[in-house]
């Protein structure tokens, strides 16, 4: 096995493991181990294999498929190859999938057998130079391409400020902007991560994530490799299975959904005494889950805070205090700051927008430089469009986000205060409050209430505790009960959906 001198963030990735080729990576359920050395062998394949099908540096490889370990042996050969991964969400549709392909134009569409004939005229269409395809086995024409090749591929030289991802923000397929993403960001990011959370070659991250993602692909499987260390590696969430591999895991990041169902288990806190770090992000964990999942096994919840476009940006502690309802501190190399609308940052304690500096940033939006611009100060800071506040000792809080900022009667709502008051309601599960549009008010508050399983809740019982600490133009002017929130596929609840169904509340 190579180093691959040259290769920004390959290099990277494959420095722990130079001289244990035979250390495990991958641990899958059917009780099979695949070594550092035989996957990067076929991360060489693969390389070799997008090479040989005129891939050049700087052309874009796009894979809407099922999460198999074959994606990540794409994703590094990629890499090797001088290539652009851009993973795509299996549930894209067709029209979404056309959109994308249009925009970033890749050299390469890797694809599910089943979409291979839908997506073809669509791919051809768009420039799209070859489709082959991956199953959710693993099998499929790319696998057929990559044993074709012997390992030992010489990586393509890449440089800091050369893209090595490209990430679509979520959204409608109208709006949604191809984060650029550089083998700086990527590197910097993952190595101070490891060294923030203490990842070592003995570390077993529980991989329950997808890996069209950040979180999952960037955070989860970079900060493993860089570390020299192994993933159990789930094609998808399963409390179950988690529960039953957790004794030989040390760690595990999820997002919050992930926690609360995993505290219905009933041998959560025996399978939990091997673990050293479980960490949350994607979006915000309840303070309640936070109380509970410590009660029950004996671990603080490590929160953090990223984006598509910053990568992570903030932590809690590794050592010291994991404060509920905080994502921490800015990691080591990155700034933030709340700032007002026109960029003049704000004292401590006021609520305003957060803005990032960093080499973890992003290089800016595919084809989009107008985009770019309005979203990046000339002193080199992100408008990340999250509404939040820092406390007296320093934690980031966030807010919300400014497009679900509510503006009722001429006044400012914060979604998140509103929401953390009727949360501690007893048989409250989780809330969201959302501003609908109100003939009189322009828009009003209006509570949307998941009660806990067998609880019976009523109106009254979630206005009544929020009189006192709130002002009235805060005070929800509708509650409503559901079963469950909306979410995207990494458990963020979708708030436009809840905006979009209840528009005409109010006539």
Sequence with gaps: MNDYQGNH???????????????PFIYHLNGKTLSYGRFLANAER?????????????????VQAAKTVTMLELYVGTLLAGGIFLPLNPAYTTDEVSYFLNNAAPHILVCDPARADDLAPLARSAGTGQIWTLGADGTGSLTDRRDAHAP???????????LAAILYTSGTTGRSKGAMLSHRALESNSQTLR????????????HALPIFHTHGLFVATNITMMAGGSLIFLPKFDADTIIREMPRATTMMGVPTFYTRLLEQPGLAQAARNMRLFISGSAPLLDETHRRWQAVTGHAILERYGMTETNMTTSNPHDGERRPGTVGFALPGVEIRVCDDNGVELPQGEIGVLEVRGPNLFSGY??????TAEEMRDDGFFITGDVARIDGDGYLQIVGRAK???ISGGLNVYPKEVESLIDAIDGVLESAVIGVPHPDLGEAVVAVVVPERGATLDAAQILAPLEKPLARFKQPKKVIFVDELPRNTMGKVQKNALRQQYTALFG
């Design 366 to 371: 595919w084809k989009m430089p107008e985009k």
């Design 152 to 162: 030992g591929f010489q990586a393509v030289p890449r440089g800091p400020e050369d």
């Design 9 to 23: 963030l390959a290099q990277s990735l494959a420095k722990a493991s130079l001289g244990r080729e035979d250390a």
């Design 195 to 206: 060294e923030l959370w203490r990842f070592t070659a003995n570390d077993v991250l529980i």
């Design 46 to 62: 693969m390389a070799a294999a997008l090479t040989d099908a005129g891939l050049k540096p700087g052309d874009r490889v796009a």
């Design 404 to 406: 679900d900022l509510i």
